[in-house]
């Protein structure tokens, strides 16, 4: 689990020093997750130890909201301000988000019916 652990460190570490070297518009922990895909890829099989912890980080993924919601509640007195824009935002996100969850399932169904039934 450490060695996993690390990795999953190590990649984000890749991705942030990337991003500040390269100068890049994006995330340092965006471009890791990126470069863990494409290792993943790479090798054509995820590691036992790193499958298990990444299963644990996601079953407590919840856990990793609760300093954003406190930070949140700590300064609402900005927060509450910009409401209009956030809820602008959400909304939005959340369409964007729909139509294109949507758009991606009609080509995937549409991509298995050409296929034809698999036996």
Do not use: K, Y
């Not at 942030?16 to 890049?24: E, G, M």
Request: charged residues 10%; hydrophobic residues 60%; positive net charge.
């Amino acid at each position: 689990m450490v060695g996993a652990i690390a990795t999953l460190l190590l990649m984000q570490l890749a991705g942030t020093l990337l991003v500040q070297f390269l100068r890049l518009p994006l995330p340092g922990p965006v471009l890791g997750m990126f470069l863990l895909f494409a290792w993943l890829a790479w090798r054509r099989q995820v590691p036992e130890a790193l499958s298990r912890t990444a299963q644990t980080l996601l079953e407590n993924l919840s856990l990793l909201f609760v300093p954003a919601g406190v930070g949140i509640v700590a300064h609402w007195h900005e927060v509450a301000g910009q409401a209009g824009r956030i809820t602008v935002v959400l909304v939005l996100g959340a369409a964007i988000t729909l139509v294109t969850t949507a758009w991606t399932l009609h080509w995937l169904l549409a991509r298995a019916r050409a296929r034809g039934p698999r036996d």
